[in-house]
């Protein structure tokens, strides 16, 4: 990986001699540039690009525009390795994917306090720990789609392999897929205390049931 300051030297050119800014479009990087992540996003009514850097032990976000100086960005996430990131199509949120010592995790955070640098809290963290969690897409400006091997929001188990994809509504909060097997959780877990031959993920599913109702 390049040092810091040369992949930061190289990016500030890189977006002052191209015209992604005309556009408003979303900037793509070279190869050896793969460590640094952006994404086109308006602000002060000027196209910028928010950009995050990964190194080995910590991510550093910046905003970059050809009309003022690049700004250091101090945006919180679960864990120091920002692996990914997606703004919703009004800019009025983003989602930050991160991992750290191999756990993932997903953030939501209102997007315009984090640009001004203001000390904002996650609207959501989602930590699945210790099962996984993939984020998708922005399906529309308050829906996101998350794929994950547990019930959202109960965070408890699914079984047999089952990766399954949720909507998370940014607004109201609520988790909604389209998977016909997940519309009744008490439902799922009985079925599966049937079905699970193994002891150790027979008491996961009772856990889990407890844990719904209580």
């Known amino acids: ?30 190869a050896p540039f793969s460590s640094l992540t952006c994404r086109a996003v ?67 955070f209102p997007l315009q306090p984090l640009l001004e640098n203001q000390a904002v809290e996650a609207r959501y963290s989602i930590n699945p720990y210790p099962g996984s969690i993939d984020m998708e897409r922005w399906e529309d400006a308050e829906h996101l789609r998350i794929t994950t091997d547990r019930w959202l929001p109960y965070n408890t188990p699914l079984f047999e392999e089952k990766y399954v994809q949720f909507r998370l509504n940014v607004t109201t909060g609520e988790y909604s897929t389209d998977d016909k097997d997940l519309t009744n959780p008490v439902k799922y877990y009985e079925k599966m205390l049937t079905r699970l031959t193994d002891d150790w993920e027979k008491q996961e599913a009772m856990n889990a049931l407890k844990q719904i109702q209580p």
């Open 42 to 108: 308006t602000h002060e009514n000027t196209c910028k690009q928010l950009c995050v850097l990964r190194t080995d032990q910590e991510s550093h976000w910046f905003l970059f525009s050809a009309q003022s100086f690049t700004v250091k960005l101090d945006i919180p996430a679960s864990f120091y390795g920002v692996t990914a990131f997606e703004i919703s199509p009004t800019e009025h949120w983003i989602a930050i994917a991160s991992a750290g010592e191999g756990h993932p995790a997903l953030d939501v």
């Open 1 to 30: 990986m390049m040092p810091l300051i040369s992949q930061l030297c190289f990016s500030l050119c890189f977006f002052l001699s191209t015209a992604v800014y005309a556009t408003c479009e979303t900037a793509t990087l070279p």
